[in-house]
């Protein structure tokens, strides 16, 4: 998971203003053109610097803000047998979300298996051919895709279930 700490907008904001002022600077107190074409060539480079910067702030903040939220689980019910519905809350700019569930066992032996769930407005998911009189451990999470990388929220708080 990212922490804010790794990156703080604010001061890569700074930091390429600084970079960019140095670099005006060298330009303007230069008297020979190859060394103000060398100086202009830096605060290019620099200004490109600081802006690669900036975006990848922008986008370690997207991430931070959207790991940072957390699915409720609101019910999860054995409707008929061999089956249970999951209803949660919908999360803000979620692209969709996952299910998790698995049978509940003492010996901490669990099968648990995944479930996606690709629409984003979907908040209830029927989970079909599940064994009768088990006890199930549902949790869900959000996903999203930021800058070609998924992120997801953390997982909701876990809700046990007997199927009918």
Do not use: H
């Not at 480079?45 to 600081?50: G, K, L, Q, Y």
């Not at 790991?67 to 409707?79: D, E, I, N, P």
Request: hydrophobic letters at 35%; charged letters at 35%.
């Amino acid at each position: 998971m990212l922490k804010k700490e790794d990156a703080s907008l604010e001061e890569l904001q700074e930091a390429a203003e600084q970079i960019l002022m140095t670099a005006s600077s060298l330009v303007l107190d230069t008297s020979d053109l190859e060394t103000a074409q060398a100086a202009q060539k830096e605060a290019k480079e620099a200004r490109e610097e600081a802006l690669q910067a900036l975006k990848k702030a922008e986008s370690l903040e997207k991430k931070v803000d959207f790991q940072g939220r957390k699915v409720t689980l609101k019910s999860a019910k054995s409707m008929k047998a061999g089956k249970l519905q999951v209803k949660w809350k919908k999360v803000k700019g979620a692209l969709g979300y996952q299910i998790r569930y698995s049978v509940s066992s003492k010996s901490g032996r669990t099968k648990t298996r995944m479930l996606t769930v690709k629409k984003p407005k979907t908040t209830a998911k029927m989970l079909s051919s599940l064994s009768k009189g088990k006890k199930y451990v549902i949790r869900v999470r959000a996903y999203r895709k930021i800058d070609g990388d998924m992120v997801y929220t953390g997982w909701s708080s876990k809700k046990t279930v007997r199927v009918k």
